[in-house]
């Protein structure tokens, strides 16, 4: 199975900050990275696909940049909405297999 | 707009079958993949595996011996078994849709989630 590690594991940041989550594929995966957001008691939320393309719906600060092992996901100016939990997902292989988490708090 | 909403017993006994469904409305479940995703309390998120129209599955072999995903077209639905389950197995259980291609590229995201269901393992 490829491994996914996400740092940090946990993050406080202010509204207004730019934010960085970092992902990383224990091999090659191309552009197959895919970020979601989940907030508490809800399902997870596709943000970004195909490492870079945002999805219909998403607002524009969010970015996802990187291709083979390194993956980046910025929010360029954190909203009270944004405080959640972010996820990194690799469709490279199956079988599919998720990072552990990022959660970013209010500071 | 397509919407999932899973469906199935809250509480199942250890040994027994988890049993189930995900019913999709708003569109059609042909053309698509479809997976089953679990998420232990307070943990991350697991594939355990997808199906298509035509009844092809793929399962997570971590849990492919216990695991059968089967679809059936005429009610819009598919479903999860999972045999001989452990207090382990207590999760939230996401049903999700594989986004289609897009301009010949098919990145395979997760586009909508069921809102999940908790079953907890326990006697």
Do not use: H
Not at chain 1, 93 to 103: D, H, L, S, V, Y
Not at chain 2, 12 to 38: A, F
Not at chain 2, 55 to 76: A, C, E, F, H, Q
């Amino acid at each position: 199975d490829i491994q996914m590690t996400q740092s940090p594991p946990s993050l406080s940041a202010s509204v207004g900050d730019r934010l960085t989550i970092t992902c990383r594929a224990s091999q090659s995966i191309s552009i197959y990275l895919n970020w979601y957001q989940q907030k508490p008691g809800k399902a997870p939320k596709l943000l970004i696909y195909g490492a870079s393309s945002l999805q219909s719906g998403v607002p524009s600060r969010f970015s996802g940049s990187g291709s083979g092992t390194d993956f980046t996901l910025t929010i360029s100016s954190l909203q009270p909405e944004d405080f959640a939990t972010y996820y990194c997902q690799q469709s490279y292989i199956t079988p599919r297999t998720f990072g552990q988490g990022t959660k970013v708090e209010i500071k | 707009q397509v919407q999932l909403q899973e469906s199935g017993p809250g509480l199942v006994r250890p040994s027994e079958i988890l049993s189930l469904t995900c019913t999709v409305s708003g569109g059609s479940i042909s053309s698509y993949y479809w997976s089953w995703i679990r998420q232990p309390p307070g943990k991350g998120l697991e594939w355990i595996g997808y199906i298509y129209n035509s009844g092809s599955t793929n399962y997570n072999p971590s849990l492919k011996s216990r695991v059968t995903i089967l679809i059936d077209m005429s009610k819009n639905q598919f479903s999860l078994k999972l045999s001989s389950v452990t207090a382990a197995d207590t999760a939230v259980y996401y049903c999700a849709r594989r986004k289609a291609c897009s301009g010949g590229k098919c990145f395979d995201p997760f586009d909508y989630w069921g809102q999940g269901t908790l079953v907890t393992v326990s006697s």
